[in-house]
């Protein structure tokens, strides 16, 4: 099983090597692969050390899968490249996600939808994995019409300049800037680039993709997302109206019952996700699960996930593992 991964000296990448190793893939031959200037340096992965190599030469080797976790552009440039060589492309990118001759992927929920034929698969965005998990469940028993989603999003989304700015800021060091503000002791309603429509297109993702996943569009998703000074983990407010109403308990039931979600729900002990304690972890955390009283079946809601994790190389992984299991 030759796997190639792009973009393995970025954050998201290095997090896959380390996946990897963890989840015992049964990897035979590892392709290291990134930006002409990283060519010749070297990552360790199971203790030894591997070569990057150029996407020219990556191609040429022909590996079975590669995860891609190098933007939208070389995704664009490069996926086809690859999937015509006979490798099979499972890209974190925006780039192919809304492609309607490609398949939108969170393995818990959509999986089996993969065949043979499906040459690049794209990884949802990180906000929105960790959103349909918790919300897929309850709209299969509930159905969802009206979702509204607030984040906050922590500068790992954006790269390692963010995380180092707020190290910078932290520390009281002069330094450059990944955001066109401080991000220390404050809040930025701005994730992405801004749209026309005033939206920016990380609330735009948050509010197509989950239709693409969960396969409806009878549903509507409005969003607001905001950077916030944490490093790791990102959070979400949900607010969804249900056709059908509800039982509390039931529902807390129906997301403890599903594959790689944890309810951390008891406000007696101030029990509730937080991204300190989803760090490193695979899972979604869901809690502060109650009523919306302003109106009928009605549920609020609080998600918790590690956002370089299964909001971005746990999700890949599990693809790739799905593959090998039923495809390959």
């Known amino acids: 099983m030759k796997i190639a991964v792009v973009g393995a000296t970025g954050m998201v990448g290095t997090v896959m090597l380390k996946l990897l190793e963890e989840r015992q893939f049964p990897v035979t031959e590892l392709i290291p692969v990134a930006s002409e200037r990283s060519v010749g340096k070297k990552v360790t992965y199971k203790g030894v050390d591997y070569s990057i190599v150029g996407l020219a030469t990556a191609v040429e080797m ?16 490069w996926a086809p490249k690859f999937a015509e060589a006979g490798t099979i492309v499972i890209d974190n990118s925006s780039a192919w996600r809304m492609d309607p001759t490609k398949k939108l992927v969170v393995p818990e929920i959509n999986a089996s939808e993969l065949t043979s034929e499906d040459k690049i698969i794209a990884n949802p965005n990180c ?54 503000y401080p991000i220390g002791r404050n809040a930025l309603p701005h994730c992405d680039v801004f749209l026309e429509n005033g939206y920016t297109k990380e609330e735009m993702k948050l509010a197509k993709e989950p239709q693409k996943i969960l396969n409806d569009s009878s549903f509507a998703i409005t969003a607001t997302a905001v950077r916030i000074p944490t490093a790791g983990g990102h959070s979400e407010a949900v607010n969804v109206q249900f ?54 079946n009605t549920l609020n809601m609080w998600i918790v996930a590690d956002n370089l994790r299964k909001g971005a190389a746990t999700n890949a992984i599990q693809i790739a593992e799905y593959l090998v299991a039923n495809i390959l």
């Open 243 to 296: 056709e059908t109403d509800f039982d509390l308990q039931e529902v807390r039931a129906l997301l403890n019952q599903f594959d790689g979600v944890t309810v951390q729900d008891n406000t007696d002990t101030n029990t509730y996700p937080m991204p300190i304690y989803a760090h490193e972890k695979d899972d979604v955390f869901v809690g502060r699960i109650r009523r919306d009283e302003s109106q009928p």
């Open 62 to 77: 022909k590996a079975d899968i590669a995860i891609f976790s190098a933007g939208g552009d070389t995704s664009l440039e």
């Open 127 to 180: 906000s929105t994995i960790q959103l349909v998990m918790a919300l897929s469940p309850l709209h299969d028993k509930y159905k969802m019409k009206r979702v509204v989603v607030s984040t906050y999003q922590s500068v790992s989304g954006t790269g390692v300049k963010a995380v180092q700015q707020l190290e910078n800021e932290i520390n009281g060091v002069k330094g450059d800037m990944a955001y066109p």
